[in-house]
Nanobody, 124 residues
């Protein structure tokens, strides 16, 4: 059974960078969309980015500034989220999740497999 485990979160100063990893076990990433989501205290969960099985990507936050980049390494069953120029507003628990074959068109509630999350805190 597919399981996802996130890592790479931590405390970083504004303007800093982090790379989050989402490692899949129990199955390969074939045919899977992998999405990154985040939830800050008291706020609703929001989509951050998604990459589909073809390597096509969608970035939902960042307002097109190019701060977040998603990539996948199918040989190592891992999806990465590179986050640069982090802001305090990026503070949240970040989750990765998987859904089969939706080409990043699925809303968050259709993702069927979720990791446990990794905390990202941006503070001076």
């Amino acid at each position: 059974q597919l399981q996802l485990v996130e890592s790479g979160g931590g405390l970083v100063r504004p303007g800093g960078s982090l790379r989050l990893s989402c490692v899949a076990s129990g199955s390969t990433l074939d045919y899977l969309d992998i999405g990154w989501f985040r939830q800050a205290p008291g706020q609703e969960r929001e989509g951050v980015s998604c990459i589909d099985s073809r390597g096509s990507t969608v970035v939902s936050v960042d307002s097109g500034n190019g701060r977040f980049t998603i990539s996948r390494d199918d040989a190592n069953n891992t999806v990465y989220l590179q986050m640069n120029d982090l802001e305090p507003e990026d503070t949240a628990v970040y989750y990765c999740a998987a859904v089969w074959g939706r080409f990043c068109s699925a809303p968050d509630f259709e993702y069927t497999i979720w990791g446990q999350g990794t905390q990202v805190t941006v503070s001076s």
